[in-house]
T-cell receptor
Framework: KNEVEQSPQNLTAQEGEFITINCSYS?????LHWLQQHPGGGIVSLFM???GKKKHGRLIATINIQEKHSSLHITASHPRDSAVYIC????????????FGEGTQLTVNP | GAGVSQSPRYKVAKRGQDVALRCDPI?????LFWYQQALGQGPEFLTY????????KSGLPSDRFFAERPEGSVSTLKIQRTQQEDSAVYLC??????????????FGNGTRLTVT
């Protein structure tokens, strides 16, 4: 069982829809990164959080420490949001190693 | 530079050849990470540097893989006697802080290695 699991694997939405991507993680993960990967490989860091909620533009990330669960929300989705979204957990014991989820392929249709 | 730069962008190697992949992190970034991403999968950790010290190399898949960061800035990932299973995108990331829970990661665009 992977230490970081994402759902759904694939998500198709219509422009304007509210989108939620979920990430569950195991004991030993102390913080989470949400990343966006566009075709061609470039990865952009969206959020890093260990508690609470962060917002940047139309993106919102939340984390529930007790439930070991994090969500990434996109409001008023747009075709340019189409990408792979990855959550990655920081291992408490390692301090350096990130464990990546398998990613969610998001497609937003106009 | 403005971001993390990796070169070459694409590399095709014949099985058995040695390859060297370069990463230029953001100036002043303490931490540098190498990841391997196979097609359709999430990245897998390879190794981590804090300045010039390689603190974690537990993700390197075999002794054919070697990484260095001799002056605490530019890093090179070397793969000796390449095999087909080495075909992947190799990603480099850097961060300002000493641990990835302390500051955001900045990724390069990766080097796509194809071993024929």
């Amino acid at each position: 069982k992977n230490e970081v699991e994402q759902s759904p694997q694939n998500l198709t939405a219509q422009e304007g829809e509210f989108i939620t991507i979920n990430c569950s993680y195991s004991v030993g993960i102390s913080a989470l990164h949400w990343l966006q990967q566009h075709p061609g490989g470039g990865i952009v860091s969206l959020f890093m959080l260990s508690s609470g909620k962060k917002k940047h533009g139309r993106l919102i990330a939340t984390i529930n420490i007790q439930e070991k669960h994090s969500s990434l929300h996109i409001t008023a989705s747009h075709p340019r949001d189409s990408a792979v979204y990855i959550c990655a957990g920081v291992q408490e014991t390692s301090g350096s190693r990130l464990t990546f989820g398998e990613g969610t392929q998001l497609t937003v249709n106009p | 530079g403005a971001g993390v730069s990796q070169s070459p962008r694409y590399k095709v190697a014949k099985r058995g050849q040695d390859v060297a992949l370069r990463c230029d992190p953001i100036s002043g970034h303490v931490s540098l990470f190498w990841y391997q991403q196979a097609l359709g999968q999430g990245p897998e950790f390879l190794t981590y540097f804090q300045n010039e010290a390689q603190l974690d190399k537990s993700g390197l898949p075999s002794d054919r893989f070697f990484a260095e960061r001799p002056e605490g800035s530019v890093s090179t990932l070397k793969i000796q006697r390449t095999q087909q299973e080495d075909s992947a995108v190799y990603l480099c990331a850097s961060s300002l802080a000493y641990a990835p829970r302390r500051s955001p990661l900045h990724f390069g665009n990766g080097t796509r290695l194809t071993v024929t």
